[in-house]
């Protein structure tokens, strides 16, 4: 059975940083490409980050380039997402997400909840 | 950036009645090189993550209900519950793959009439 498992999130202040982490397992990990979604209440869905298998690839939203830091330990079976300089519109829950085909998500995460607040 | 637009924003079916489900995309997400459209369709209860129902527009995900159907191509789609239950009680999300950045319409609520 896949697993996705979350971690990380908490209450930050604007300007702050915080790393996110999640933990597969039920399928090789090595060999699939992972991504970062985002829900708010306002803004709905939105995808932030994703990753080739090997690391090779990433690519972000326009609004989180340069703040974000996509990565991955294949060893671990672990995604990483390391989170700087955040502002209020970052609250959100964030999910790990990944699938049998790439940007087709099939499996989720249950989310954690990042709070950018002073 | 590819804009996905769903409506309604939210829909009240009787049960055992059809509820449909519009999503629009600006531009087209079909493909010339495979003549695939990269659309996928989600649901979301209150509480959980999205659950993927639907890719290339029309094939159902393992283990989804045959009563959930997708049509549509270029760039107008649609999500058809053929026979609502009240276990499809959420909200339902599109979503291109087509081109990063990947991008999600805004939602559609289906509450039971």
């Known amino acids: 059975e896949v697993q996705l498992v979350e971690s990380g999130g908490g209450l930050v202040q604007p300007g702050g940083s915080l790393r996110l982490s999640c933990a597969a397992s039920?399928?090789?990990?090595?060999?699939?490409?992972m991504s970062w979604v985002r829900q708010t209440p306002g803004k709905g869905l939105e995808w932030v980050a994703h990753m080739k298998e090997d690391g090779s690839g990433k690519y972000y939203v326009d609004s989180v380039k340069g703040r974000f830091t996509i990565s991955r330990d294949n060893a671990k079976n672990s995604l990483y997402l390391q989170m700087n300089s955040l502002r209020d519109e970052d609250t959100a829950v964030y999910y790990c997400?990944?699938?049998?085909?790439?940007?087709?998500?099939?499996?989720w995460g249950q989310g954690a909840l990042v709070t950018v607040s002073s | 950036d590819i804009v996905m637009t769903q409506s309604p924003d939210s829909l009240a079916v009787s049960l055992g009645e059809r509820a449909t489900i519009n999503c629009k995309s600006t531009?087209?997400?079909?493909?010339?090189?495979?003549?695939?459209?990269?659309l996928a369709w989600y649901q979301q209860k209150p509480g959980q993550p999205p659950k993927l129902l639907i890719y290339?527009?029309?094939t159902r995900e393992s283990g989804v209900p045959d009563r959930f159907s997708g049509s549509g191509s270029g760039t107008d789609f649609i999500l058809t519950i053929s026979s609502l239950q009240a276990e499809d009680v959420a909200v339902y999300y599109c979503q291109q793959y087509y081109s990063a950045p990947l991008t999600f319409g805004g939602g559609t609520k289906v509450e039971i009439k």
């Open positions: 531009p087209s997400v079909l493909s010339s090189a495979d003549n695939k459209n990269y």
């Open positions: 039920g399928f090789t990990f090595s060999t699939y490409w």
């Open positions: 997400a990944t699938g049998d085909s790439g940007w087709i998500f099939g499996f």
């Open positions: 290339w527009a029309s």
